[in-house]
């Protein structure tokens, strides 16, 4: 899946380019609006991580140049301006999704995978990982050939587990991706306990090992032997 | 009142006492001139008088129609005129009537002779009445004059005026566009409009630089914070990291988040303050906090609290729907957040407002000081003391009430609509 990240922040552009590559992704970097311009007008994309405020433009713009062109690029919105209007009129303009800064990582990579499967497999697509199943369209899980009963938060849980496996996930990005916004300000770690808990004693009745492994003082990590 | 009314009511006041103290110099004026008039008329009779002496030389007291002439017996000297006032019977009018008298004596073909006469021509109260009649008739005729004109600069004087007023009222920071001046041809209104125009300027472009430093200042501060957050969590994964070191990690990250969420919430406050949610329309909040409600369901389950909703159906209120979402979320999680372990929430909407109680523990700060900034319960572990803030400021732009009293063992936070 090859990425295009646009955004000024030359650190945090590297950081996220270091990141992507390191989870399989091809990843390019334009700096301003200029270059983000030029690198899609030359270059095709599976998706774009597209900051708003740039030195030289609105990133809104590049948006709408991308749309002008008819192009089937995935577009998520990463913005630090948290501005209403922004989100609603980047969704409106065509946007897949939108991430406010500060964001993580691993929420990155688990939004990114969704607008992959929603735009190139249209959905259908079955993701494997050691014995378990997922069919994130019609969410059926299956570890072996055993069908797996999970309600939505679990599933999405577990979903974000596999996408980002063997990563430590800390139990606030988990938090905020189950929750989104309504956790802000709630004692999250014991909601995430629980169905930590809830998902780990299915995955083990149906006949997996224990996949969950918890990092002491710093969150969960979905271990998978390559 | 109206500054024109106010304007002719003075204005009729103050001629009225002009009119009283003209009356009484016209009235003197006219008495003086009249008085002159009579003693002249006097001094003609008394060249008659004397003519007619002269031919009948009399030797009694001769008394005619206002006329006395009494022989002196013995010589003696001629005398200045001398005038007086006199009440006498007036022949037509049969009633006394104040008449000027003319005193003399003169001497008359070797003989000496005292001769009074009196006349009037003009009766003292004839004079009174007149001026009194033409000064009120005048002063009818003014108030009718100034009335009019008040109505006349009302409509036409006062237009550009109210034209100002209007722009006044309909100014809206939001739209971006200062007041442009107009010209009257007044010179007062011109400076006003003059000074408006420099005034929503200044205002406009000091908005303006405020609502870009706070998107701004948000930019700046969240972007860094992305990226340190961003480093933080990829050392976590680091697989030689200690736990005690990830434990430290993790405090950074704590920190980093705390930070952020601040500025998230300082600038929501910021740009509710410049009014920048301003899409008031009718809005259904019971559907409103139904949808948060339900959203929230999963972790009010979590805690095990009990909801209880009473909620009228298509309750509708006029405000801003992002701040309804946000105002009906955040005393939502707060109302979980300072809950106990089996704790109740209850919620009630209707046409009057929305009640939210839950149980918990007492508040360590002044009831009234909960809704000030940073102003943070003890009992919670997170927050940083602004959910309330920014609730107490979506209710004063969109002017509804809000109180919170604990009572019971239970926090009740209660929203008026006032429509």
Redesign the interface.
């Known amino acids: 899946m090859k990425i295009l990240v646009v955004e000024d922040?030359e650190?945090?552009a590297q950081?996220?380019h270091?990141?992507l590559e390191q989870e399989g992704y091809v990843c390019e970097v334009a700096e301003n609006y200029h270059s983000a311009l030029n690198k899609l007008g030359g270059f095709e994309y599976d998706a774009v991580i597209l900051d708003l405020?740039l030195p030289d433009g609105n990133g809104l713009d590049i948006l709408k140049w991308l749309k002008s062109n008819q192009s089937d690029m995935g577009v998520l919105i990463l913005?630090?301006?948290?501005?209403?209007n922004d989100k609603v009129e980047g969704l409106e303009l065509g946007a897949d999704d939108y991430l406010?800064?500060?964001?993580?990582?691993?929420e990155l990579n688990a939004r990114l995978k969704a607008i992959y499967r929603r735009r190139k497999l249209k959905g259908h697509d079955i993701i494997q990982c050691s014995n378990i199943s997922i069919n994130s369209e019609t969410m059926e899980v299956k570890v072996g050939e055993n069908l797996l009963e999970l309600t939505r938060?679990e599933f999405e849980l577990l979903l974000y587990f596999i996408i980002n496996k063997n990563?430590?996930l800390?139990k606030?990005?988990i938090a905020e991706h189950l929750?989104g916004?309504?956790?802000?300000?709630?004692?999250s770690f014991?909601?995430v306990y629980?169905h930590i808990k809830n998902l780990r004693k299915k995955l083990m009745q149906a006949g997996s090992d224990d996949p969950i492994q918890t990092?002491?003082?710093?969150?969960y990590k979905f271990m998978v032997s390559e | 009142m109206k500054l024109i009314y106010k304007y002719t009511l003075w204005y009729l006041l103050i001629s009225l006492g002009v009119f009283v103290v003209g009356s009484i110099i016209t009235y003197q004026v006219m008495k003086r001139e009249i008085s002159r008039e009579q003693e002249r008329f006097l001094r003609e009779r008394l060249t008659f008088v004397e003519r007619m002496v002269d031919r009948r030389q009399p030797d009694s007291v001769l008394v005619r129609d206002k006329i006395r002439v009494e022989p002196l017996p013995q010589a003696t000297a001629e005398t200045e005129i001398s005038y007086s006032d006199t009440v006498v019977m007036h022949s037509t009018l049969e009633r006394m009537e104040p008449h000027t008298k003319l005193e003399v004596v003169r001497e008359v073909a070797g003989k000496f002779y005292h001769i009074s006469l009196y006349d009037v021509i003009v009766e003292q109260d004839d004079i009174i009445e007149s001026v009194r009649e033409s000064m009120i008739k005048v002063y009818l005729l003014l108030t009718g004059t100034v009335l009019l004109l008040g109505v006349f600069a009302g409509l036409y004087l006062f237009k550009p005026f109210n034209k100002t007023l209007n722009l006044i009222r309909n100014f809206d920071l939001d739209r971006g566009q200062p007041i442009r001046q107009i010209k009257t041809g007044t010179q007062e209104f011109d400076r006003l409009n003059q000074f408006l125009e420099e005034m929503t300027t200044k205002v406009q472009t000091d908005y303006n630089a405020l609502k870009e430093f706070s998107e701004n200042a948000s930019h700046e501060m969240q972007t860094p914070l992305a990226n340190a957050i961003g480093k933080l969590e990829l050392l976590l994964n680091n697989p030689k990291l200690e736990a005690k070191e990830s434990q430290k990690v993790m405090g950074a990250l704590d920190s980093l988040r705390q930070i952020s969420k601040m500025g998230q919430s300082l600038g929501l406050l910021t740009k509710i303050e410049n009014r920048e949610f301003a899409n008031k329309a009718p809005l259904d909040f019971s559907t409103s906090v139904t949808r948060a409600l339900d959203n929230f369901q999963e972790l009010i389950d979590l805690k095990s609290i009990t909801l209880e909703r009473s909620i009228t159906p298509h309750v509708e209120v006029i405000m801003d729907p992002n701040l309804a979402d946000i105002m009906i979320n955040n005393l939502l999680s707060n109302a979980i957040r300072h809950n106990e372990r089996n704790g109740i929430i209850r919620t009630k909407v209707d046409e009057s407002g929305f009640i939210i109680c839950n149980t918990g523990k007492p508040p360590s700060a002044a009831p009234d000081s909960l809704f000030d900034r940073f102003k943070k319960d003890s009992n919670g572990r997170d927050g940083m003391g602004l959910g309330l803030s920014i609730v107490k400021k979506i209710c004063d732009v969109s002017g509804f009430k809000i109180d919170y009293w604990y009572e019971l063992n239970e926090h009740r936070l209660e929203i008026e609509f006032v429509r």
């Open positions: 922040h650190e945090l950081n996220v270091a990141y405020m913005s630090a301006k948290n501005a209403l406010s800064k500060p964001f993580h990582f691993t938060k990563r430590v800390t606030q990005s929750w916004d309504y956790i802000d300000s709630l004692d014991d909601f629980q990092m002491y003082g710093s969150g």
